[in-house]
């Protein structure tokens, strides 16, 4: 329904405007006008419209400002103002919202981030909840997803993770070397590269590779899914998006990460063997059992405990911007921007927090 009502100098335009109210409204228009002059021209009730509806609104306001060449028009909804310029023949000009003030922009993100965060807590409990689930009952998965993730995020990042662990052991073990044999340590080289990259370089470089390389992947996949409306017609045919989409994902990063850290501190491991024969005059067997008797059970468990959660923190990120995106392709765009930027961030800050539990 329409509506068309005249309250002091206001004139209120509210409702459906479309080509089976808009005569009507013509006629009230056409009576309501007689009555005074219009001082302002309030849009902000109109529901929806089409062309007809436009054109009414334009004659409307070319009416109004031959009247009154101060003539204000108070902003239509966004929707609105859009399908307005698509049709009308001339930019509408309306009246600029207020600039909100700093404490209800402050409240409008505390808001903002309340609703991410809630979303993203439940989104955790229904994927370790289908995660549990689906290491014993295979419904709703797709036969071989386990299996086809498996070697998207893991054998695919094989070369990537191999050429960058392998720099940073010759880089660090390079740049050590050259201190050690200032003062005669060079034995201790194999130790210092060994506590490095299991305790901290191995598990971190790892992380920050899979989450820009594998991460935004995730990320990508599901917001263009969400785009293209595969995820609505997955609920259609009743199968939960998270159930078939992510768990595999999420199970085969849980099993492919702590391996990937494991092929890391490996490669960089052989970098700093390099170093280790050129510059220190060390043997093979040397660097081997010094790095084996430096790392302790602790060591380890933490290092590929770290692996497991960073792999978690990915697939949960990636998820979380892939199932809130908005709009085309420009949405899918920053939601893997996003995506990547706030897993790195995660990694880092959680890689922290074991540092100072494990030190401490």
Not at 1 to 27: C, F, H, W, Y
Not at 213 to 226: L, V
Not at 236 to 250: D, G, S, T, W
């Amino acid at each position: 329904m329409a509506n068309l009502k005249l309250e002091s100098s206001k004139l209120i335009v509210a409702g459906v405007l479309d080509r089976n109210t808009v005569p009507e409204l013509q006629r009230e228009a056409h009576h309501l006008l007689r009555r005074g002059e219009v001082q302002n021209l309030d849009l902000s009730g109109i529901e929806s419209l089409d062309s007809a509806g436009v054109a009414f609104l334009e004659c409307l306001k070319k009416d109004l400002e031959e009247e009154n060449p101060q003539l204000t028009v108070i902003a239509a909804p966004l929707p609105i103002l859009k399908i307005m310029r698509t049709f009308a023949d001339k930019a509408v000009e309306v009246e600029k919202p207020a600039t909100a003030s700093i404490f209800e922009s402050l409240g409008q993100k505390m808001e903002d981030a309340w609703l991410e965060l809630k979303d993203a807590v439940l989104l955790c409990s229904e994927l370790f909840w289908w995660s549990i689930v689906g290491m014993f009952d295979r419904k709703g998965q797709k036969k071989g997803s386990f299996t086809s993730a498996g070697v998207q995020l893991g054998y695919d990042a094989l070369p990537v993770v191999a050429l960058l662990s392998f720099i940073i052991g010759f880089i660090l073990s390079l740049q050590s070397a050259a201190q050690l044999k200032i003062y005669g340590g060079n034995v201790f080289l194999p130790d210092l590269l060994a506590i490095t990259m299991v305790r901290e370089m191995g598990p971190l470089i790892t992380a920050v590779i899979v989450a820009g390389r594998s991460g935004s992947a995730i990320a990508s996949e599901i917001a263009t899914m969400q785009v293209s409306e595969e995820i609505d017609a997955l609920r259609m045919m009743a199968l939960n998006p998270i159930r078939y989409v992510v768990v595999p994902k999420f199970h085969a990063i849980t099993v492919v990460m702590p391996l990937l850290v494991v092929f890391s501190i490996i490669v960089a491991e052989i970098g700093g063997v390099l170093i280790g024969l050129q510059m220190l005059d060390l043997s093979i067997a040397t660097f081997i059992t010094r790095s084996i008797d430096i790392i302790s059970l602790k060591d380890i468990v933490i290092s590929l405990s770290k692996s497991t959660v960073f792999a978690w923190l990915i697939v949960i990120i990636g998820a979380h911007y892939g199932f809130r995106v908005k709009g085309g392709a420009e949405g899918v765009g920053k939601a893997t921007t996003a995506s990547v930027v706030a897993s790195i961030f995660a990694v880092i800050i959680t890689d922290a927090l074991f540092s100072l539990f494990y030190l401490g």
